[in-house]
């Protein structure tokens, strides 16, 4: 991180060989096994390598947040901080810091069995005062490559809430509230699409209401992947879809107590 921003080298270990170089402005991709590159437009990167919530106070009624003693991960000590949820409209987290510096060592999501359903952490850590410039180029051989360049993204468009009509949640779990309301048109979509986040303050909930007809193959019912579960709904001409790193029971309530405030005349 300099005075320009952010830049990201990421080399692959495992399996074909292909490295990835971003920067604010753009996302290149080397595939020299495919002889190709790849450059998108950079969007919005999330937190490396994660992110503690900046405040816990508010989160101590749903949930018990205590130390856990101490753990060696990467070969660098670190407290572990164990976030317990109060009730089952949410997952626990623990957290592994570094006693030192403290960086997020390591992250576990475990769901309301006790199982980890996700986990991210360092196997090898190497802090440097000051990172070269050439240690952020790609290092791939120097083969022949086809440039594939995608276009900048269409960008979205924001949209009166009052025009199209207005969603809400009659029956929030305990804890969540409202973070963001944007309407907004998607690339390759006629009609705007309604777009709320909640949370409460740790795990947070995407609802995405859209257009419907029959011709389209919308996502109705249960799903889940790892530690994020999802639930669809086709409510008379609209499509819904709750998606977060919550329990199944949450994204159901939350989709099944949508309802239209604003209805179009």
Not at 133 to 148: C, F, H, I, N, T
Request: negative net charge.
């Amino acid at each position: 991180v300099n005075e320009d921003g952010e830049r990201e080298r990421l080399v692959s270990l495992t399996g074909p060989t292909r490295e990835v170089i971003r920067n604010r402005e753009r996302v290149t991709c080397f595939l020299p096994e495919d002889s190709s590159i790849v450059v998108e437009h950079a969007g919005t990167a999330p937190p490396f390598p994660m992110q503690l919530p900046s405040d816990l106070g508010p989160l101590r009624k749903y949930y018990d947040i205590h130390l856990e003693g101490e753990d060696r991960i990467a070969g660098l000590k670190a407290r572990k901080v164990v976030i317990a949820p109060r009730d089952s409209y949410r997952y626990g987290q623990s957290f592994w810091v570094a006693k030192d510096s403290g960086l997020l060592l390591r992250a576990e999501v475990i769901n309301e069995k006790g199982e980890i359903v996700e986990q991210v952490m360092f196997t090898s850590l190497q802090m440097h005062d000051d990172i070269p410039d050439s240690q952020l180029e790609p290092q791939v051989p120097g083969k022949a490559k086809v440039l594939r360049l995608n276009g900048h993204p269409q960008q979205a468009r924001d949209v009166d809430v009052k025009q199209h009509g207005g969603w809400g949640v009659s029956a929030l779990p305990p804890g969540f509230s409202q973070q963001l309301q944007r309407n907004h048109f998607l690339p390759d979509k006629k009609y705007p699409v309604e777009h709320h986040v909640y949370s409460d303050g740790l795990a947070s909930v995407s609802v995405f209401i859209e257009r419907y007809s029959k011709d389209d193959d919308s996502f109705v019912g249960a799903s889940a992947m790892g530690g994020v579960n999802a639930y669809g709904r086709i409510m008379g001409d609209h499509s819904i879809t709750v998606v977060g790193e919550v329990p199944p029971l949450t994204v159901k309530q939350i989709a099944e107590s949508l309802q239209q405030v604003n209805p179009d005349d």
